[in-house]
Structure formats: structure tokens, C-alpha cells
């Protein structure tokens, strides 16, 4: 199962290197360097303000 999720990701990256004309390197420097820090930064302010806008509401 693990084998086939990496080869699939894999082919994703590479399909998508070629889609957009960079390199498998950049487009992971792009996807795990930038886009995922930036989306779990938002995910984790996202879930604090939502924790303290529950807390409001509970009082």
C-alpha cells in the first residue's frame, strides 16, 4: 500500500514538473518547502482562532 501511495506521488510530482516546465527538484523545493509549511501554519492559526472564538461563545 505504502509502495503504491509514494509511486503515485511520485508520478504526480513528475507529471506536474512537466506540466508547468520546472524540474522534479523545484517543483518538490515548491510543493514541501513552501505550499505545506504554509498551509499548516494556516490550518494551525485557522484552529487557535476558532478554539477562542468557541471559548467566547461557552461564556
Known amino acids: 500500500m ?4 509514494y509511486a503515485y506521488c511520485t508520478d504526480f510530482v513528475i507529471n506536474l514538473s512537466n506540466f508547468v516546465g520546472l524540474s522534479y527538484y523545484e517543483v518538490n523545493l515548491v510543493l514541501f518547502c513552501i505550499v505545506y509549511p504554509t498551509l499548516l501554519l494556516s490550518l494551525l492559526c485557522l484552529y ?3 478554539k477562542r472564538r468557541l471559548s467566547r461563545l461557552k461564556r
Open 2 to 5: 505504502i509502495d503504491a501511495i
Open 48 to 50: 487557535f482562532i476558532q
